[in-house]
């Protein structure tokens, strides 16, 4: 094993020892919380880099892989820029630490991993549209569950998140949310495609 595959082999060890801890942390004694995006997608990303560990260097898709990097993006993203200014509720120890893991380390380090583990050049074109399939699947599975009549812990309400809370907003801005979204995360997918392409440009010359 090259020294270059031992130093990822570790920081992948570390990256789903930090997931299972962020995901263990918030969402201990409350199964509910197991229905949040945030703890799904960290979980996908525990699941997939334990998956990589066990390949022993062998190649991994790099589209599969783009999925589950911009799936746990739109965790980070959505929370900083939509969740975190209107209701951030961390102040004891234990809250930070699980939400900085799930809704920064985590994500980052995944970011990275790609950064610095993985050939280049080989995400193809119509991949960022098939990414948009996790968050997709994960707005008709909250639409599905606030049928249950489930009250979500940090809500109060049968919705995870406001922009998908048709009760609240109604069906009209819970649309236009999810368009926008797509539309955003679809550009966002993109921009890890072209920067796929240049960096592996970069890498033959």
């Known amino acids: 094993m090259t020294k270059k595959r031992k130093v990822m082999q570790v920081y992948r060890l570390v990256l789903v020892l930090v ?3 962020g995901v263990t942390l918030g969402s201990w004694g ?7 995006y945030t703890t799904l997608s960290n979980v ?3 699941l997939y880099f334990i998956y990589a560990l066990t390949k022993k260097g062998e190649p991994l898709n790099e589209n599969i892989k783009g999925a589950v990097t911009l799936a746990i993006t739109v965790t980070m993203l959505i929370f900083w820029l939509i969740l975190a200014p209107h209701s951030f ?3 004891t120890l234990k809250q930070w630490s699980s939400t900085l893991s799930v809704h920064l380390i985590v994500p980052l ?8 583990f993985d050939p280049k050049g080989r995400i193809s074109k119509r991949a960022p549209l098939t990414w948009l399939f996790i968050p997709w699947t994960y707005f008709v599975f909250a639409q599905l569950v606030a049928t249950t009549g489930v009250i979500y812990p940090d809500t109060k309400r049968h919705f995870p998140y406001f922009f998908i809370d048709h009760s609240l907003i109604g069906w009209p ?5 999810v368009v926008l979204l797509s539309l955003f995360f679809m550009a966002f997918g993109y921009g890890y495609y072209a920067l796929d392409k240049m960096l592996a440009k970069k890498a033959v010359r």
Do not use: E, Q, S, T
């Open 173 to 177: 801005k819970v649309g236009m949310y």
């Open 44 to 46: 996908l990303c525990i």
């Open 109 to 116: 380090m995944v970011n990275f991993d790609w950064l610095l």
């Open 89 to 91: 509720n961390a102040h």
């Open 30 to 36: 409350d199964p509910r919380n197991f229905l949040y």
């Open 19 to 21: 997931g299972i801890f």
